[in-house]
């Protein structure tokens, strides 16, 4: 699917699929800023406050539904959703919105992380860690994230 871009140039709409330990909206951790662009688009907000350099890619200026993606020397170390954006799901059928015992239903027991207000269902994978986001007792949001970083998005 097609959208135009900030510049009027075509864009192209990434899956809402997050494929669990591999890719979150059609890219994989370690995606540099040119394949980013590529595959999400060039309508982006930068984050100020973050101490990495994060982009937010919201499905509507100024709402805060939608994607995110944070870089570490260049790459993509955590690939999220962003106040559960409609339409998101897994190949597995789970999807945001969920209640929180199906993610358990279909992906088994998980390791909990409390994060303070919310908390994530961790999901370990060798180059990348796989998080559901639970916020009162729905699935709020999809992280993947470079074992190496705290599944905790600030």
Request: charged share 25%; hydrophobic share 35%.
């Amino acid at each position: 699917m097609l959208g135009v871009g900030a510049a009027g140039a075509p864009e192209r709409r990434a899956p809402a699929v997050l494929e669990p330990g591999r890719s979150l909206g059609g890219l994989s951790l370690g995606a540099n800023e040119a394949e980013v662009r590529a595959a999400w688009g060039t309508r982006f907000g930068r984050c100020r406050s973050c101490r990495e350099q994060t982009w937010y890619f919201n499905a509507r200026p100024f709402q805060p539904r939608g994607k995110g993606v944070e870089f570490r020397r260049g790459r993509a170390a955590a690939l999220f959703t962003l106040w559960s954006p409609p339409g998101w799901r897994t190949p597995e059928g789970l999807a945001l919105g969920d209640p929180e015992a199906r993610i358990t239903e279909v992906y088994g027991p998980l390791t909990r992380r409390e994060c303070g207000g919310y908390y994530a269902l961790v999901q370990p994978g060798e180059r990348a860690v796989t998080a559901y986001y639970v916020h009162r007792g729905r699935l709020w949001a999809f992280g993947l994230v470079s074992p190496a970083l705290p599944v905790c998005r600030r």
